[in-house]
């Protein structure tokens, strides 16, 4: 399934050096990804999310900036 597919690619994305990927399905999700965890790879589920609805967070995922001190941190030490 696309779901499976998405996942799979974000946990593949994962295992490489300096990547940090995020399969999100909503803008709050990105939004969070981004501030807390740093993300530089947005995955999106194609079979539960419309275009438009992707477009909206490639915007958001874009615009959106990492907040940095306390997840810092633990952003630090993921091993990527």
């Known amino acids: 399934s696309t ?3 998405s996942s799979a690619a974000s ?5 490489q050096q300096g990547i940090r990927a995020a ?4 803008n709050e999700l990105v939004a969070l990804t981004r501030q807390h965890n740093n993300a530089n790879i947005l995955t999106i589920p194609a079979r539960f999310v419309s275009l438009q609805q992707a477009i909206g967070f490639v ?3 874009l615009n959106t900036e990492f907040e940095g001190g306390r997840h810092a941190n633990r952003v630090d030490k993921i091993s990527c």
């Open 59 to 61: 915007d958001v995922f």
């Open 23 to 26: 399969l999100c399905w909503n």
């Open 11 to 15: 946990d593949v994305y994962k295992r």
């Open 3 to 5: 779901q499976s597919r």
